[in-house]
């Protein structure tokens, strides 16, 4: 009977493993309901049928929800003959890749939802096909490149989710044929947005949300700032906070001046004077009254600009008869917020972003009342000292914590221990010396840890071990001279930024040559001590690979070195000895701890030179030794050839193979096999 079924369910898994064999009509595979004329086909997790093993619903309009079903590709032509389909749902998947065409036939396709996937890049053929497209959602991905044009054939796009990506820049004239209403990019890894090529293609947006990118405050910036000053009241534009540089790290944009932005006055005049926008005809926001309320949307009393669009984003309802967009109000309105903070909602999460940024919190323990579903929660620039487990109690669905600019010297054991959703977490500009172990337990899926502008002098061994996930660590501008062997092990950084340390060497066996995932390193800014314990370190440097970004290490010492970049020196000259003696003693050099101080400086590498007299004894051993075998070698082979008798042979080799042994203990004697 066991048998039977085994036996069953191995050949119907067979079955359905072949792809082409098996299809179903759409409506019996999935759950489908209509409304209004309108189908809701709802294919959630049925992992067993991939899209193109589906007969489209003969119906006229439908919405499509293929989330959680573990799609990993999306290959050319997958929804070929869905072309009745308004929206199309592929959120919570595995995504990786989705070949250029995957998207053809689906031709009435309004909405496109492909968040919390894993896609790395969106390419110029990713979305051909669907022209007619409206609103396109892609946070919470790993996005880092978008290709040139990848947009130019969505004429009707007015909403674009691309927040919480690693997106480190946008390609010129990327939205030169949208019309975005809606720009999301927050949570990626922009510096600068120009105004030619970027800004001046976005002139009828009402809502651009920009906050948690590393704003680099610099010349470059000064376009930003001019654009969004002139931008009127009633659009809402997110915080722009500085990164870079440091004398600007945390002030927001639009409180910095234009001298401090740019003190040697070089950026581009032209770019600065233009007009942000030419308030087109159509566009209520001329001459609309300094109210705060959105524009597009009709929804009339809402106190939160933000929350303009996003709205029914998992139903996918809101196309309307006409095909408009109908509103994008979000329907869940912050239920309650800690008193000093302001909340808003996040569109595509349904999650609520707290906002605390300087209100002379002292303690977490005074946010009350807790929103539930909090994601965010921003508490920079405040008087925290200390942080207790309790704190987060409520606050457990947390994506992003921001406990930057406070007064922390010392976290306990476990403190984030419940976090486990937690993604990014900062912790820059506070007073903390030591990082350990249990500061991070429970951090799983931490991948963004920022912890710049302490005081960190030690980092204790396993510190990162309990972040599996993690992909950037700002370790930059504390007062690091050393790293743990093996700090490194348990975690595929992508970023590693140590500049402004006090590191005069690193270790490359045990520390920097576990980073196996990197793509950009900061070394910068420390005082290398150009010797021959940095010889290791230059040849891994000129071994990465050429994406990886490196900046320049310039030498600090010793004097005829200073500020001379590490690269340019021959390794010879880095380390004369290298001439004398063999390289393997450098390659091999001590993968743990170097606690440099100016005094370690000379010392010999470990298995460094030996004493003369056990070198001159060992060789004479050795030599011994090879004599007194040859001539066994020779005795006994004479031997067997004049006689082959079996009792003599067997004692001379008896007395031959047991002498090394014994010389070893009496090597000066004379050779005991000479007696016979
Ligand atoms: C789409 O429909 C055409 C004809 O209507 C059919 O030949 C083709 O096999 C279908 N393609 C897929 C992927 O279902
Ligand atoms: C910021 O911009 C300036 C000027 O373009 C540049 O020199 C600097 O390297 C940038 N900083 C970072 C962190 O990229
Ligand atoms: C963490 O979560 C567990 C399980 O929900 C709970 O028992 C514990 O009290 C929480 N810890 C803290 C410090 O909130």
Not at 94 to 118: M, P, T
Not at 268 to 284: E, K, L
Not at 399 to 416: C, R
Not at 599 to 609: R, T
């Amino acid at each position: 009977m066991l048998l039977l079924i085994l036996l069953a369910f191995s050949i119907s898994s067979s079955f359905s493993n072949s792809d082409s064999d098996l299809s179903a009509e759409t409506c019996s595979a999935c759950s489908c309901m209509s409304i209004e004329n309108v189908l809701y086909v709802n294919c959630e997790k049925i992992t067993v049928y991939r899209p193109t093993q589906l007969l489209p619903p003969p119906s006229s309009l439908y919405h499509l929800n293929f989330q959680n079903n573990l799609l990993y590709i999306l290959y050319p032509n997958s929804f070929l003959n869905f072309t009745h389909a308004v929206s199309l749902q592929l959120g919570n998947n595995k995504l990786q890749n989705i070949e250029g065409g995957a998207f053809v036939g689906l031709s009435a396709l309004k909405q496109l939802h492909l968040n919390n996937n894993e896609l790395k890049e969106l390419r110029a053929d990713t979305f051909r096909g669907i022209e007619n497209l409206e609103y396109l959602q892609a946070d919470y991905n790993l996005i880092k490149y978008i290709e040139k044009g990848a947009f130019n054939k969505l004429h009707k796009l007015k909403v674009l989710i691309l927040n919480d990506n690693l997106i480190q820049s946008l390609p010129e004239n990327i939205f030169r044929f949208a019309s975005l209403t809606h720009l999301d990019i927050r949570g990626n890894r922009i510096q600068k947005l120009p105004y030619l090529g970027v800004l001046e293609h976005i002139g009828r947006i009402v809502e651009l949300q920009l906050d948690d990118n590393p704003w680099n405050c610099t010349c470059d910036l000064l376009p930003l700032k001019a654009w969004l000053e002139n931008m009127p009241y009633n659009i809402f534009i997110g915080e722009a906070i500085c990164e870079t540089p440091s004398d600007l790290y945390g002030r927001l944009l639009k409180e910095t001046n234009k001298q401090e932005l740019c003190p040697m006055g070089i950026g581009s005049d032209f770019d600065v004077r233009m007009p942000p926008s030419q308030p087109d005809s159509g566009h209520a926001a001329s001459n609309a009254p300094s109210t705060i309320a959105p524009l597009v949307t009709k929804a009339p009393k809402t106190t939160n600009p933000s929350k303009i669009y996003g709205n029914g984003i998992v139903a996918g309802i809101p196309v309307g008869k006409n095909g408009q967009i109908v509103s994008y109000q979000t329907r869940i309105p912050p239920l309650s917020c800690p008193q000093p903070c302001t909340c808003k909602a996040h569109p595509s999460d349904f999650g609520i972003s707290v906002s605390c940024q300087e209100r002379n919190i002292q303690s977490l323990a005074d946010l009350v009342p807790k929103p539930p579903n909090a994601k965010k929660l921003h508490l920079s620039g405040n008087y925290i000292r200390h942080i207790s487990p309790t704190d987060f109690q409520g606050f457990e669905g947390l994506d992003l914590l921001h406990l930057g600019s406070n007064q922390i010297s010392t976290i306990q054991k476990g403190v984030f221990g419940n976090l486990t959703n937690l993604r990014r977490l900062y912790l820059n500009g506070n007073q903390l010396e030591q990082l350990h172990p249990e500061i991070f337990l429970g951090l799983s899926n931490l991948q963004y840890l920022y912890l710049e502008y302490n005081a960190i002098k030690e980092v204790l061994a396993g510190t990162f071990d309990s972040m599996p996930n993690l992909q950037l660590l700002y370790l930059n501008n504390n007062v690091l001279r050393s790293l743990p062997a093996y700090i490194f092990a348990g975690v595929s950084l992508a970023r590693l930024n140590l500049k402004n340390n006090h590191f005069m060497t690193l270790p490359v066996s045990g520390v920097l040559d576990q980073l196996k995932s990197l793509t950009q390193i900061d070394l910068e800014g420390n005082p290398w001590e150009c010797s021959c314990d940095l010889v290791a370190l230059k040849l891994w440097l000129e071994k990465l690979n050429d994406g990886v970004a490196a900046k320049e290490v310039r030498c600090a010492s010793p004097v005829q070195f200073a500020n001379v970049e590490l690269r340019e020196l021959k390794n010879e000259i880095l380390c004369p000895k290298l001439i004398a003696r063999p390289p393997f003693i450098l390659t091999s050099a001590t993968p743990v701890v170097t606690s440099m101080s100016s005094a370690g400086v000379g010392k010999a590498p470990p298995g460094g030179p030996v004493p003369l007299s056990i070198m001159i004894l060992s060789i004479l051993v050795v030599l011994i030794l090879t004599v007194f075998v040859a001539f066994c070698l020779l005795v006994f082979v004479l031997r067997r050839n004049k006689k082959p008798s079996g009792r003599q042979e067997g004692l001379g080799s008896q007395e031959c193979g047991s002498m090394p042994l014994h010389l070893r203990m009496h090597h000066h004697k004379s050779m005991p096999c000479g007696k016979y």
